[in-house]
């Protein structure tokens, strides 16, 4: 081979190397500034008027979070993005919180006034979340375990707390029960008000209507007396509106299902607050 075309091979190729060198990106922490940040007094405000709003007598929202989901397909998977206005938020994976999870935590709680419970499934769970309550790492309890109901009853007796059973009533002792703020009435099954109504008059022989939640989830209808149907989130919480008594609001399982909409996030779990509470946010 000719000796200046090696010469120059090298040339170019050493070249390359350092434009290679030069033109390497540099990795930065990119900052992005929401309303927080934009606006502090604004915000301050806003999250202000929120938990005075929540701390006000009115028909309460609740929802299921899966947080810390193995693999986290979107922002849908965190507490963060779920609307200010709920009253309550039922972590399914308390015992496996993420970073990400407890930076959330502390957001909506300092600063939305959302409490945030520790959601039992199981008996040999009940130890542990009371100790999280005591401890002040949640706000209480959401428990779909009879046993484990009792047992929280009892343990967290003194302690103030939130505490929401998600089960059948007729399971637990009159003493436990009465312990509990809420419990979960399932209407996710339900077409029409009828049903709705009869769910809730079972109900009311062991629970009285200011602490039953009309349990829904997002996907289906419910259609009231007047003949106009509305998704199942908006279905429960007029239902939850006109019923006499008074109930106490809606509670929705699996929310992070209505996270998708081409307009707006959560948008049907939104529109149900605000028609449940329209001085909702």
């Given amino acids: 081979m000719n000796p200046k075309i090696i010469l120059s091979s090298l040339a170019a190729a050493a070249i390359l190397a350092a434009c290679s060198d030069a033109n390497e990106p540099e990795i930065k922490e990119i900052q992005v500034n929401g309303f927080k940040e934009q606006d502090p007094a604004g915000y301050a405000d806003y999250t202000a008027a929120m938990r005075s709003w929540k701390a006000t007598g009115h028909q309460v929202s609740y929802a299921r979070l899966d947080n810390a989901p193995d693999v986290s397909v979107s922002e849908r998977d965190f507490l963060r993005s779920l609307p200010d206005s709920l009253d309550f938020v039922a972590m399914r994976n308390?015992?496996?919180?993420?970073?990400?999870?407890?930076?959330?935590?502390?957001?909506v709680r300092n600063d939305f006034g959302t409490k945030v419970l520790y959601y039992v499934t199981a008996a040999d769970q009940a130890d542990r979340a009371a100790s999280a309550v005591r401890a002040g790492e949640f706000d209480g309890v959401s428990v779909a375990d009879p046993e484990a109901a009792e047992t929280l009853a009892a343990s967290l007796a003194s302690t103030d707390c939130?505490?929401?059973?998600?089960?059948?009533?007729?399971?637990?002792?009159?003493?436990?029960?009465?312990?509990?703020?809420?419990?979960?009435?399932?209407?996710?099954?339900?077409?029409?008000?009828?049903?709705?109504?009869?769910?809730?008059?079972?109900?009311?022989?062991?629970?009285?209507?200011?602490?039953?939640?009309?349990?829904v989830e997002p996907g289906g209808n419910i259609t009231d007396a007047a003949g106009v149907t509305r998704n199942s989130l908006a279905g429960a919480a007029a239902a939850a509106k006109a019923f006499a008594p008074r109930l106490g609001g809606i509670a929705i399982n699996n929310v992070s299902a209505d996270y998708y909409d081409p307009d707006i996030i959560y948008k049907r779990t939104r529109g149900a607050i605000q028609l449940l509470n329209p001085a909702a946010k």
């Fill in 94 to 107: 308390a015992a496996e919180l993420s970073q990400f999870d407890r930076q959330d935590m502390d957001l």
């Fill in 162 to 215: 939130v505490m929401i059973f998600d089960g059948t009533p007729s399971k637990l002792s009159p003493d436990a029960l009465a312990a509990f703020d809420y419990v979960l009435t399932d209407v996710s099954r339900a077409a029409d008000s009828y049903d709705v109504e009869f769910a809730v008059r079972i109900a009311l022989n062991a629970v009285p209507a200011e602490k039953q939640l009309l349990l």
